[in-house]
């Protein structure tokens, strides 16, 4: 509990945030791409993971800074279309946290 009390929060326009990383790879979520359980980590030293809404997904300005999209594989009996953007961030997180660890 209070967790975001010890996280730093950044609010950047696209612009700024490629200016102050320019080197960060931008890794993007979107259900096309290569399945998360696939990827090397960590993909790069420096690199910046961008989620979009469920219904619009990542933005026009956002896709031509991507490098690399992933996608979370969809379950077996394939119902669900896709996740909103908090369980996603949370399978996401969990499953980079879990990778770095070991």
Known sequence: MGSIFRTRVEYLTLDSLLEKFPKAQIMGMDMEGQSI???EFPPSKNF?????????GLSAEVRQNVS???????????MAES???ATTSSILFFYLNS????
């Open 37 to 39: 359980t696939t990827l």
């Open 68 to 78: 690399k999209y992933v996608q979370i594989p969809p379950a077996t009996d394939n």
């Open 48 to 56: 910046i993971w961008v989620l979009g809404s469920e219904g619009q």
């Open 83 to 85: 996740l909103n953007m």
């Open 99 to 102: 990778k770095s660890s070991t």
